[in-house]
């Protein structure tokens, strides 16, 4: 009934870019924010980018400031997380999820409604 479906991922070099979507089945991302989340073996989910309905981002880690941008297309049902100048510590799975609140908190794992399955980002030299 409810999927986000997570594509995009793959092998980059460093330097290099990729742009990850998130497509809604199921339900409608009108009203509803959409984060995206990565999470490295050995460490802790961490927030990387949310954007809400009326298109306000808001960036967590200072190491994606200025180098990941996250858009939506509401058309498409579909939400977008380009990852330009990419790094080896950005390898992950990336992952988005829905917030039917819209309150972007990211280091709150209850307030997020619904998760992709997530696509694997590796940066390689």
């Known amino acids: 009934q409810v999927q986000l479906v997570e594509s995009g991922g793959g092998l980059v070099q460093p330097g290099g870019s990729l742009r990850l979507s998130c497509a809604a089945s199921g339900f409608t991302l009108d009203n509803i924010a959409i984060g995206w989340f990565r999470q490295a073996p050995g460490k802790e989910r961490e927030g990387v980018s949310c954007?809400?309905?009326?298109?306000?981002?808001?960036y967590y880690p200072d190491s994606v400031k200025g180098r990941f941008t996250t858009s939506r297309d509401d058309a498409k049902n579909t939400v977008y997380l380009q990852m330009n100048s990419l790094k080896p510590e950005d390898t992950a799975v990336y992952y988005c999820?829905?917030?039917?609140?819209?309150?972007?908190?990211?280091?709150?794992?209850?307030?997020?409604?619904?998760w992709g399955q997530g696509t694997q980002v590796t940066v390689s030299s």
């Open positions: 999820a829905a917030d039917s609140v819209e309150l972007c908190r990211p280091d709150y794992s209850d307030m997020w409604d619904y």
């Open positions: 954007i809400t309905s009326s298109y306000v981002t808001t």
